[in-house]
């Protein structure tokens, strides 16, 4: 995924969720002492990153195996050091993506204090991790594995709240820029 936020040293921030009707099974987090965090099946339990500040259009990608547990964080084409996690656990079906808001349930009960604010673009996932020439080829935009789980370019999304599409010549696709939670909506 690409990210822009001003938000910086404010509150915890989620990016990506994934949840099925019982937990949230993949997320990714802009904690408050600024760590980037994936969480796998776990909402107090997971693997920090302590990257960079994100500026205009930061490329993030989390590459994580069950069968080795091994997991990093890649901004801007450069990879963290490996940690181990959550080695042989698998990520359960049937879920919904959410961007920006974290599910306290089942798609319901979202905290504007969590809620993000920025820009997020080219959110992808793959059901194997890539290897370092294809993150570094997305990172540039000069090659691209196709997406087999999650492809941005032919998802269709439901937006809540303020939330605009974007189409920008800038861009190589379409941005969603979220807003303070609206309250009213």
Not at 80 to 107: A, C, M, N, W
Not at 116 to 145: P, R
Request: glycine share 8%; hydrophobic share 35%.
């Amino acid at each position: 995924m690409r990210v822009s936020t001003e938000l910086q040293g404010k509150r915890e921030v989620i990016l990506f969720a994934y949840r099925t009707n019982d937990v949230d099974e993949l997320n990714v987090w802009i904690e408050t002492n600024r760590t980037i965090s994936l969480y796998v099946s776990s909402s107090s339990k997971g693997v920090r990153f302590n990257l960079p500040s994100l500026t205009f259009g930061t490329h993030l990608c989390f590459t994580w195996s069950s069968s080795t547990g091994l997991t990093a964080a890649w901004m801007n084409g450069q990879r963290t050091i490996y940690q181990r996690y959550r080695k042989g656990h698998t990520i359960r079906p049937g879920g919904t993506v959410l961007l920006g808001q974290d599910p306290e349930s089942f798609l319901g009960d979202f905290g504007a204090e969590q809620s993000f604010v920025g820009e997020i673009t080219d959110v992808n996932l793959w059901d194997e991790v890539l290897t370092a020439n294809e993150i570094k080829g997305l990172y540039s935009h000069s090659t691209v594995k196709v997406p087999n789980v999650i492809n941005w370019v032919t998802a269709e999304f439901v937006k809540y709240g303020i939330v605009v599409e974007i189409q920008d010549d800038f861009s190589f696709n379409t941005q969603m820029s979220f807003n303070e939670y609206d309250k009213q909506t």
